[in-house]
């Protein structure tokens, strides 16, 4: 039944789906939407270079995650520039560079608008194994650090003062982030990819009691608007990144109306 | 990572406090930030039952002494001894928890710290935070969170207590509530208690000893002699020696009632 693309796009974006949720959580708590952004940007150098060296698109995009993560630590080593212009600089750089790359490989016919937005007829055999191996790695490695993780989210300073080694937490927090994103850019694409991680996690803080709670109903909400997201795509042939997103935020926007009027409700009693 | 400094086996075999015993001492303590000298030299020590205030202006490097006791910063001179396992229950400054990050109060005391139910009802109960346990973090004022910051410190039963600034952004009666509180930890545990905060006034009828603190150790000793040590009032200024003489005849009052900043002009 794999021949089939339909459930090959169902099963790939709906493991993504489920793998963002509790990391989009963290990206949440700790603010790091920009940093999420950034990287994606980035991935399409990734992907321009895969084509110029003719490699693996996910291994080249991994290895101009590491560059990208590298370059960013010794420029804020530097104390010269806020981390936010750092990530401005470095992301738009990326993606212009991957751009201007791809346009010199005139005989390879590139699907530019399949890896900005996502492409659902693109899904592979061997991209389901790379979203649900790296979706079980990166589950795995999340419950084990657990609540390590939250206590560097609560607090740094705490965390370390009780001695949690919290640079390298927050650099597997970055990795983990990274290889989500290698996941989920075919199905999603690279500039939307952000949005898949932290639209259904604020979706999930109004009605969550725990981290715990956020993070699973995050995936959830985010399984729910790839279901939605990829019906329409098929149905009126619409990009099938933006239409996932626009799902998302339709179910974000019926969170909020909800909240509101549970708080008219209570007030009224 | 190599130690956990304040994590030792939760069921270590405990070495019962002997009255007035050294629990953490700063010896010759130098931290440099590249070529600033944020500590130069400082010697300090902290024993059991006693509450030790560290007071200097901002940019003193209280902090920076905190983190270096609680061994987050290594000395770039000197040395820090700490009682072998030490347990150090530590209050940061301006601590502030993501709103958006769903966290009950029986969770945060349970997060770092495995604490069975009772001991967590124990710990909230002694600040006057019972009913606090199953609320969320986000939902709780800015009095009632430095208290269920407290009952985390107190959940591990600590030895040694350090509370940096913890009266920040509480009003004049609560901070001496707190200090109250506080003073009332010491008698029922017996640890230790260090306090950093950036005026004496409050904080005075709570404290044993004062160390006055300006990248080095300007004065120390029993609150009432460094008040008038002449390192003290060039620091902070003969006022802030005065401020102090009305707060002590107010102290007679109720603090419930009679709790306003010691240069209130109204009495």
């Keep these: 039944m794999f021949d089939d693309f339909i459930w090959r796009a169902l099963l790939g974006g709906i493991g993504v789906a489920v793998v963002a949720g509790p990391l989009g959580c963290f990206v949440v708590w700790r603010r790091m939407a920009y940093f999420g952004d950034a990287l994606a940007h ?4 990734g992907v321009a270079l895969g084509f110029a060296l003719d490699m693996n698109l996910n291994a080249s995009t991994l290895l ?8 960013l630590a010794s420029l804020q080593a530097q104390r010269r520039l806020a981390t936010d212009t750092l990530l401005g600089i470095l992301s738009h750089a990326a993606l212009a560079l991957g751009l201007v790359t791809i346009s010199f490989m005139e005989r390879l ?3 530019l608008m399949g890896y900005l937005f996502g492409d659902i007829l693109a899904v592979t055999r061997t991209d389901l194994l790379w979203i649900y191996g790296g979706g079980v790695l990166i589950l795995a490695v999340m419950v084990l650090l657990w609540s390590r993780l939250v206590s560097i989210t609560v607090h740094e300073e705490l965390a370390r003062a009780e001695g949690l080694p919290v640079g390298t937490l927050r650099l597997v927090l970055m990795l983990l982030i990274a290889l989500v994103i290698v996941a989920a850019m075919k199905i999603i694409g690279i500039l939307l990819i952000t949005a898949l991680l932290i639209i259904p996690a604020a979706a999930a803080r109004t009605f969550a009691r725990s981290p715990e709670q956020m993070a699973v109903l995050a995936s959830a909400l985010g399984a729910l608007a790839v279901l939605g997201g990829l019906g329409a795509s098929l149905r009126w042939d619409t990009p099938s990144g933006p239409s996932v997103v626009v799902c998302a935020a339709v179910l974000f926007a019926l969170t909020l109306a909800a909240e509101s009027g549970w708080r008219r409700l209570r007030h009224a009693t | 990572m190599s130690t956990l400094p304040l994590n030792p086996p939760p069921h270590a075999p405990r070495i ?21 000298e944020l500590l130069s030299s400082v010697d300090m020590a902290v024993h059991a039952s006693e509450i030790v205030t560290l007071i200097g202006p901002n940019g003193a490097g209280k902090t920076t002494l905190v983190r270096a006791l609680l061994g987050i910063l290594r000395p770039s001179d000197g040395e820090i001894w700490r009682r072998p396992g030490l347990r150090i229950g530590y209050l940061p400054q301006r601590m502030h928890v993501e709103p958006t990050l769903p966290l009950t109060v029986h ?12 001991a967590v009802r124990a710990a909230l109960a002694e600040v006057g935070a019972e009913r606090l346990e199953h609320q969320l973090l986000s939902e709780l004022s800015g009095g009632e969170f430095q208290r269920v910051l407290m009952a985390r410190a107190l ?5 040694l207590l350090i509370l940096d600034e913890p009266v920040q952004g509480v009003d004049v009666s609560g901070q001496l509530d707190l200090y109250d509180l506080i003073a009332h930890i010491r008698d029922a545990h017996g640890c230790g208690v260090l306090l950093i905060s950036h005026d004496l006034h ?13 990248q080095h150790v300007c004065c120390h000793g029993h609150p009432e002699s460094v008040l008038r040590d002449p390192a003290y ?3 902070f200024g003969p006022r802030a020696a005065s401020g102090l003489a009305v707060y002590t005849h107010a102290r007679g009052h109720d603090h419930a009632h009679h709790g306003r900043p010691p240069h209130a002009p109204d009495s």
Excluded: W
Aim: aromatic share 6%.
């Design chain 1, 42 to 45: 980035g991935a399409l150098l």
């Design chain 1, 64 to 71: 101009a995650f590491v560059v990208f993560t590298l370059a």
């Design chain 1, 109 to 111: 016919r590139v699907d």
């Design chain 2, 16 to 36: 019962p406090l002997a009255q007035g015993e050294r629990l953490v001492e700063a010896r010759g303590l130098t931290v440099r930030a590249g070529r600033r």
């Design chain 2, 107 to 118: 969770r945060f005391l349970t997060l770092a710290y495995a604490a069975d139910g009772d």
């Design chain 2, 155 to 159: 959940v591990r039963n600590p030895e």
């Design chain 2, 202 to 214: 409050l904080v005075m009828s709570a404290t044993d000893r004062v160390v006055c603190l300006n």
């Design chain 2, 233 to 235: 009032l060039n620091l």
